[in-house]
Structures are given as structure tokens and as C-alpha cells.
């Protein structure tokens, strides 16, 4: 910012950030310089760029393809990189940490301004209770961070190798159920490891939540790597606050529950226990490979016991630190209360209908009577900039700044006066902000997918848009039967929209048909969404992006005529059976040709054909591609029986589903490689060595993004076949199948791609990139 004066902000805001805030934001300002003068190496420029939270965005190589060829994006200064293949001057994103989701309206009203102004004019709520801004230039950041800076809110740690934000339940201070309110200890632990030494070599992000209890989806600990659930034990007579710990959860490629590391940690201890924990993390936790470099595999690696032992050692050599207790007696701070008396007592809703549906579905009582907190529904997360500072201003009129986001992308206003909801609503309405159905069926997560997202590989905000127009027309939201039902669709397998404990979930894939390429996505179901997340859901198999919508209206009708009592949905499917489920759902897997419906083969909310352009038909094509769809379809087919036996993992069949899950990477290995050898042996041995030769030292089966984790799965479960199997490391292996079967699929298509259909056009490739073929 300039004006006629030619202040900056770094003028005007000076003296309301704090000046070790204001240091940060200097350095990295001339580390933004060093880089544009070619002094700072583009990949450390990165890593400090991620640490303030600024991400890169899709396109930002300077590339688009347009649905039928890849074209350059004609940026100035072309040459100026932020990042190894990463544009200067392409539009990135920014993502702003607010632990347990809290804000005040002041801060609201800065992120609106910030966001009208360098931004889209869209702000989004992420599952992780952060807010993002896409669409930004670098140029900008900076004084982005002083404006934050100014209201409290600081970007450090945002993203790279570093504890990220954490998560608090929403309702904490207000639950009912709840054990106490953790809201002071998120924020808290929060202050406590910003910039913490102990924290600055990870070899990969830590994800830390608190939950009030252990019943509801509050804090989510069960896909943590470290999370806390409120508990109080009676210590020689007296009654002590502390927590009941787990360790080692996540989501990503492949889940795992978290374990639990302590019943019962005294308040005094999780401090000293989280630092011995990240400093065990930090000295024996994976570096080189960033595919294994999440604590979860640590844990796996060690055994939960040996973990454990560590990190009592660790505890006794760490030096004390008065903050380990001092922040105790700052818990007092945090209490909310409400306005004494309501504001607008005697206003009268214009459209009593719709208001009397808004209160079943967006409302919670409070356990202090007579306050409500109120579910303010943002679709797919968003809400523009007008929108989020007309919703500060309520946040002053109705409470004292007591307002916190959510996991499903939404806003909850608290400690609302009972008499103050018709004025709070009409007000809402105002704001285009009174919309119900919060935190049901209808109101779907969904991550930024293709949208904004260089790894999303279906348009997740597309189908959600979809989804959700389409159930509330049905009414589903308030149904009690289904209303209840979370859907969450990620873009990709990472689970950014955490599909794997939706009841219903998805992630975007792709498949290869009749020689073009169609939008596919996963279908997981019979997650847990209770219960801190405790069950993860299903892998059913993928099916056509254009028939999810009827794929989801068969799935809730179904439930609806088949369930018995007051069945959830998880338990009707897990009765019901997946093999039963996965035939009921074979007429949903058919896609007609592009001369019938073109539709298929273009996204949800995207117009471009989801095909990379025509591909010529090679020698032998027909019967080659004939027999590696036969493979293909073999290892499908093993990977659904290793799931269906491990959900009877009693009756002995463990070891069994391991074999079946490394069968099928042996038959997805197998129908790659009859593009190189139609005749290719059954011997496992020669096809993981052929694969190695073919496809993985020539890196064709490497990810854009990923490049050979999905191989290294298929080498190690070949390695470590003989060791023995549990449950846990038979259910990774499980998952680790399923994403080398997905890359098998992404392979065969970019192979097709590049005019690789036989043997020969094999070979030419192999001269043309110069490799030699023995």
C-alpha cells in the first residue's frame, strides 16, 4: 500500500505488530528480493515461501491444457520461479492458521479486506479449521502478513515440515457432553511449539487435535498424529483435569487409527510429553523419503511399545521449562459469556416456514440455558468478502465475539440469546448466510480438487455442488432417517475432505475407455464419523464422475427401504456386505461411448474434455491393450477379495488378505509390462524385476507429484512377504495396493497418451528417450 504520502503498511501498521511478527515478515520480504535476484536457491525459497503458509497453486508451471493439448500461459517474466517449476507471477494460495477455529470479528473483518483486495473475493473454511485465499500474487504476501499481523493472527508454520494448526472441537465451552472446555489448551500448545526448536527438523507435518469427549466427532483424534480427549481422574482424593492421549493416526494415501499412547496425562505433563514426542520424531523419523516420513510410520516401524520407551527416555533429558505449567493459570481467560440480555427480542421472520426448518437442522442448544450456538451454512466452504464482514458485524451485535469454523467448512456464531434468533436470521438472510441444513446430508465437504489444486484429479467442488443441489430438492436434509449421513469427497487420494470417515465418501481418479480418458471417483464406504472418527470406510471400487449423483440417491434409497430400526448407515452396509453392496452397484459402472453421451468425458463444472487429445492406434494395439485390460481387471478383482476377507479378520483370514492385496500389485505390474512383453512370465520375481527396468529406472511409472512411492509399495511388500503379518500391516498393505492399482491405471493412460501401445512403440519410446533396452 501507497499513498499520497507514500506510506506503506509497513508504516501505518507498525506499531500494532508485535516486533518479533514484524521481523518474520521483514526477513522473508528480503528473501522474497534475494530470490528475484537469482542469490536464493528457488528450492530453499520454496520451503521458507510454504512455512508462511503460501502455496502454489494449479497452472502455476505456466501451463493449461485446454482439453485437447497443453498451452503456455503467457506470464511477463517466465524465467522468475518461486519454486523448482513454479511461475513467479502465477496465482498462488495463502492459508491462515486459526487454532481451535477461534476469531474475533475485528480479525474477520481484516480477511475480508485482505481477501477483497489481492484476492478472489472468495474465502474458504478448510477441514482443518484454517481459512485459505486463492488466486494471490507473491508480490502481495507480505503485506497480506502485516494486515493479519495487526489483528493477532500470524501465517508461521502454516505449512512445511512443522506442528500445523490445531484443531479444538467447535462446540467446546458450550457441549454438553463434554468432559471440560479445551479451548485454552489448543491455543495454548499452540503459542507453546510456534518457532519451538525442538519442532524445526521434521521430516514431515504433525496434525494435533483436542477433543471435549470421546463420543461425538469433535476433535477427530482417532486421524491424528497426536490427540487429546478430555478426561479427569481422582488422585488421591481430589479430582484432576488431563487427558487421555493417542498417537500415530492419519489420513492421507494410506489411513491409519490412531493408537492409544496414555489413558490419563495430568495438564501438567502434555506439554513436556508433546516436546519428548516431536523431539523422537524429529531425531528418528524418515527424512529421505517424505512417502514414510509421518510419525504414523514411525510408530509402525517401532512398535508402539519401543515408541513409547523412547519417549519416557527422552522426558527425563529434557531440560525444564516454566511454560510447561505456567499457561495453567491462563485457562481462566478463555471463558465465554454471552450479551446480558437479548438485542432484538421482538423482531418477526418474513418466512416462518423456512426459519422453523432452519432451527432443526442449524441450531444447538447450549448448556447454558437460554444461549444457542448457531450453524451459519457456507456452501462448499465459501463465502465472499461482503458476506464474511456483514457476518462480523452480527458476530458484534449478537455476542462478544464468540464465533468459531469449523471441520465441515462452516461458521458457528455462539452464545446467541434464545430470543435473538428470528432477528439473528433475518439478518443472516440479508447476507444470502440463512441457508439449512448445516452439518447434514446436503452439506457435503468437499476439498478444492481441480479447482485450484495441482494434485486433485476430479473436480470434488463440482460433484459436491451437484450432490448437494440435487438432495436438497428432496428434502433429505431434513429427513431424520438420512439427514444425519456425511459425504466428503476429496480430489485425489490424499483426503483432504477426510473421506475416509464419511459414511459416504469419494476420490478422483481417472480411467482410460475406448481409448480416451473419463473422470472416475473411489466410492469409500461405511465410515464413522462419531466417535473422534474411530472407523475408517470401505474402498468400493471406482465408478463414472457423471454417475455419482445416481450412484448417491440409489445408496440413500436403498438405506431408506432396507434398514432395521434405528440402524446408521454404517451398520446397514456392513449387514448388508460389501461383496452384496459392490454387485447392487455394477449398473452404475458402465459408460457409453463419446458418440452417445459426451458428457462423460468431461468433469463436473468444467467444459474442457477430460481427455489429453486423441491417440493413434499403434501395432498390435488392439490386442495388446485387450490383454492389459484383462490384467487390470485380475488385480481389481484380487484387491476386492483382500478387502472382503479382512472384514472378518477373526477367522484367520489376515495373512490370506496380504496375499490377495500383494497378488494384485503383482497383476497390476504384470498388465504394464505386456506393453513391453505380451508374453511376460507369472513369476512374481521376474515381473518385479522387469518392472524395476521398465518402469521404474526409466521412471515411467513415476507420479507428476509422487514420482516412485507407488512402485516402492509393490518392491517392499515383495521384500517383507515372508515376515510375519498382523491386522495392522495387513490393512496397509491393503491400501498400499489399491494406490499402486490407481497408478497403474494413471501409467496406462499417459502411456496411451504417448503413442505407447505395443511392443514396438515401446521400444521407439525407449530410443527416444535414449534408454537402453536389453
Not at 742 to 760: F, K, L, Q, W, Y
Amino acid at each position: 500500500m501507497t499513498t499520497t504520502t507514500n506510506k506503506t503498511w509497513k508504516d501505518v501498521l507498525g506499531d500494532r505488530i508485535s516486533p518479533q511478527m514484524a521481523e518474520e515478515i521483514d526477513t522473508f520480504e528480503n528473501q522474497m528480493v534475494l530470490r528475484c535476484q537469482n542469490k536464493l536457491d528457488e528450492k530453499v525459497f520454496a520451503e521458507l515461501r510454504l512455512r508462511r503458509g503460501a502455496y502454489g497453486q494449479r497452472y502455476d508451471n505456466g501451463y493449461r491444457n485446454d482439453g485437447e493439448k497443453s498451452k503456455a500461459i503467457p506470464f511477463p517474466k517466465v524465467e522468475l520461479t518461486k519454486g523448482p517449476d513454479t511461475k513467479w507471477q502465477a496465482p498462488g494460495m495463502q492459508r491462515i492458521k486459526i487454532p481451535y477455529g477461534g476469531m474475533t470479528a475485528e480479525q474477520m473483518d481484516t480477511i475480508a479486506d485482505i481477501c477483497e483486495e489481492y484476492s478472489d473475493n472468495i474465502i474458504h473454511i478448510t477441514t482443518r479449521q484454517d481459512i485459505q485465499l486463492h488466486f494471490l500474487s507473491l508480490d502481495n504476501i507480505p503485506d497480506m502478513h502485516r494486515r493479519l499481523a495487526a489483528v493477532g493472527i500470524t501465517v508461521r508454520e502454516a505449512c512445511g515440515n512443522s506442528v500445523r494448526n490445531v484443531t479444538a472441537c467447535p462446540l467446546a465451552g458450550v457441549c454438553h457432553d463434554e468432559v471440560f472446555d479445551v479451548t485454552g489448551h489448543a491455543q495454548e500448545l499452540t503459542d507453546f511449539f510456534l518457532g519451538h526448536r525442538d519442532i524445526q527438523d521434521f521430516g514431515r507435518k504433525m496434525k494435533i487435535a483436542f477433543s471435549g469427549c470421546e463420543d461425538h466427532p469433535c476433535g477427530l483424534t482417532s486421524m491424528h498424529d497426536l490427540g487429546f480427549i478430555a478426561k479427569t481422574k481422582i488422585i488421591d482424593g481430589v479430582e484432576v483435569k488431563g487427558f487421555k492421549t493417542y498417537v500415530g493416526g492419519g489420513l492421507g494415501s494410506v489411513p491409519f487409527l490412531a493408537k492409544l499412547y496414555e489413558e490419563f496425562v495430568p495438564l501438567e505433563e502434555i506439554f513436556p510429553l508433546s516436546q519428548a514426542i516431536f523431539r523422537v520424531f524429529a531425531r528418528l523419523g524418515e527424512k529421505q523419503n517424505r512417502n514414510k516420513a509421518r510419525i504414523k510410520f514411525l510408530i509402525q516401524k517401532l512398535g508402539l511399545e519401543e515408541f513409547r520407551r523412547l519417549v519416557i527416555e527422552e522426558r527425563k533429558i529434557i531440560e525444564p521449562d516454566p511454560g510447561w505449567t505456567t499457561w495453567i493459570e491462563k485457562l481462566s481467560s478463555y471463558e465465554e459469556k454471552g450479551k446480558s440480555s437479548p438485542v432484538a427480542p421482538d423482531v418477526i421472520v418474513d418466512d416462518s416456514e423456512m426459519f422453523a426448518k432452519w432451527k432443526t437442522t442449524n441450531l444447538y442448544p447450549q448448556r447454558q440455558d437460554g444461549y444457542y450456538t448457531v450453524a451459519v451454512s457456507l456452501p462448499l466452504g465459501d463465502a465472499t468478502s461482503p458476506q464474511f464482514r456483514g457476518l462480523a458485524e452480527l458476530v458484534r451485535k449478537y455476542t462478544n465475539d464468540t464465533i468459531r469454523t469449523t471441520v465441515e467448512q462452516n461458521v458457528l456464531v455462539r452464545w446467541v440469546h434464545e430470543a435473538d434468533l428470528p432477528a439473528l436470521y433475518m439478518d443472516l438472510k440479508e447476507i444470502s448466510l440463512h441457508h439449512g441444513g448445516a452439518h447434514s446430508i446436503i452439506d457435503i465437504t468437499a476439498c478444492p480438487g481441480t479447482d485450484t489444486c495441482k494434485l486433485g484429479m476430479g473436480s470434488s467442488r463440482g460433484l459436491a455442488g451437484e450432490l448437494s443441489r440435487r438432495m436438497a430438492v428432496k428434502g433429505w436434509q431434513y429427513n431424520q432417517a438420512v439427514k444425519d449421513i456425511r459425504i466428503k469427497i476429496s480430489g485425489c487420494f490424499n483426503s483432504c475432505s477426510q473421506h475416509m470417515v464419511a459414511e459416504i465418501g469419494f476420490y478422483g481418479s481417472s480411467r482410460q475407455v475406448k481409448r480416451r480418458r473419463v473422470p472416475h471417483f473411489n466410492l469409500v464406504l461405511g465410515g464413522e464419523w462419531a466417535n473422534n472418527a474411530s472407523t475408517y470406510g470401505k474402498s468400493m471400487g471406482v465408478l463414472p464422475s457423471k454417475r455419482i449423483p445416481d450412484v448417491v440417491e440409489f445408496l440413500v434409497d436403498t438405506f431408506m427401504q432396507e434398514r432395521q430400526g434405528d440402524e446408521k448407515f454404517p451398520a446397514f452396509f456392513n449387514r448388508i456386505g460389501r461383496v452384496e453392496m459392490k454387485e447392487r452397484l455394477k449398473p452404475f459402472t458402465d459408460v457409453p461411448s463419446y458418440e452417445e453421451d459426451p458428457s462423460f468425458y468431461s468433469d463436473w463444472a468444467d467444459t474442457r474434455e477430460f481427455t489429453l487429445g486423441d491417440i493413434g492406434i499403434g501395432e498390435c494395439a488392439g490386442e495388446v491393450v485387450t490383454l492389459t485390460d484383462f490384467s487390470m481387471a485380475d488385480a481389481e478383482s484380487l484387491h476386492f477379495d483382500a478387502t472382503v476377507l479382512l472384514d472378518e479378520p477373526e477367522n484367520g483370514n489376515v495373512q490370506l488378505a496380504a496375499d490377495k492385496a500383494i497378488a494384485a500389485m503383482v497383476s497390476a505390474a504384470k498388465a504394464l509390462l505386456k506393453f513391453q512383453n505380451i508374453d511376460i512370465a507369472d513369476d512374481k520375481e521376474v515381473i518385479a524385476e522387469e518392472f524395476r527396468k521398465y518402469f521404474y529406472d526409466t521412471k515411467l511409472f513415476f507420479d507428476p507429484f509422487a514420482k516412485g512411492k507407488f512402485a516402492q509399495y509393490l518392491f517392499t511388500a515383495l521384500e517383507t512377504e515372508h515376515e510375519p503379518i498382523n491386522l495392522e500391516r495387513s490393512q496397509q498393505l491393503i491400501e498400499e495396493s489399491r494406490l499402486f492399482i490407481e497408478a497403474a491405471h494413471e501409467c496406462n493412460a499417459r502411456m496411451m497418451d504417448s503413442g505407447i501401445t505395443s511392443p514396438v512403440s515401446f521400444k521407439q519410446w525407449m530410443v527416444k528417450q535414449n534408454l537402453q533396452l536389453n
